[in-house]
């Protein structure tokens, strides 16, 4: 036996681990496996803490919100009724400066045609000797010259109106 134990070392037959083996892709496959839930377990206990972190962290958001919500309910109420009510005052606007060009356009009118109507009268009143004519033209003249004082006076009524709702527009926003 003494002979067996000197020789037995050289008598081992060592096999080499061949890299294709599928016996060692396996042992390799369960060594990462058991290393993988050895990590999971330390890993878990810090995700589940960081899970928690974020869902209370969630709902303290989540009161302030609605919080903060409730808190300016009324000034986003109010808000939206003064909005509202610019966009009225901002049409009604539109319309009475449309209705002021038109009643300043048609005043120019109005006034060209009375020059050009003074005009030819003061030629013919120069032509014609007698007064009639002349009485006639001047009492016309005098009624454009009435009529331009009235279109005058409600030009002037319109832009008062409108310097007015500009006014309560300016104090609304503010």
Same mark, same amino acid.
């Given at each position: 036996?003494?002979?067996?134990?000197?020789?037995?070392?050289?008598?081992?037959?060592? !096999?080499?681990?061949?890299?294709?083996?599928?016996?060692?892709?396996?042992?390799?496959?369960?060594?990462?496996?058991?290393?993988?839930?050895?990590?999971?377990?330390?890993?878990?206990?810090?995700?589940?803490?960081?899970?928690?972190?974020?869902?209370?962290?969630?709902?303290?958001?989540?009161?302030?919100?609605?919080?903060?919500?409730?808190?300016?309910?009324?000034?986003?109420?109010?808000?939206?009724?003064?909005?509202?009510?610019?966009?009225?005052?901002?049409?009604?606007?539109?319309?009475?400066?449309?209705?002021?060009?038109?009643?300043?356009?048609?005043?120019?009118?109005?006034?060209?045609?009375?020059?050009?109507?003074?005009?030819?009268?003061?030629?013919?009143?120069?032509?014609?000797?007698?007064?009639?004519?002349?009485?006639?033209?001047?009492?016309?003249?005098?009624?454009?010259?009435?009529? !331009?004082?009235?279109?005058?006076?409600?030009?002037? !009524?319109?832009?008062?109106?409108?310097?007015?709702?500009?006014?309560?527009?300016?104090?609304?926003?503010?």
């Amino acid at each position: 036996m003494l002979e067996l134990e000197r020789v037995l070392p050289q008598l081992k037959v060592t !096999v080499r681990a061949d890299t294709k083996d599928w016996r060692i892709h396996l042992e390799q496959m369960n060594q990462y496996r058991e290393g993988i839930e050895k990590s999971l377990e330390s890993t878990k206990s810090q995700l589940d803490k960081l899970m928690d972190d974020i869902t209370r962290s969630m709902e303290k958001i989540l009161s302030r919100e609605k919080h903060v919500n409730n808190q300016l309910e009324h000034n986003l109420g109010s808000f939206r009724t003064a909005q509202d009510r610019l966009n009225q005052v901002k049409e009604k606007y539109k319309q009475c400066s449309g209705g002021v060009t038109e009643k300043a356009r048609k005043l120019a009118e109005i006034s060209d045609e009375a020059e050009r109507i003074k005009r030819e009268m003061e030629e013919r009143s120069s032509n014609v000797t007698d007064g009639a004519p002349l009485k006639n033209i001047r009492t016309s003249i005098e009624r454009l010259k009435l009529e !331009v004082q009235h279109m005058d006076v409600r030009v002037g !009524v319109i832009d008062h109106t409108l310097l007015q709702s500009e006014l309560q527009n300016k104090a609304w926003i503010d």
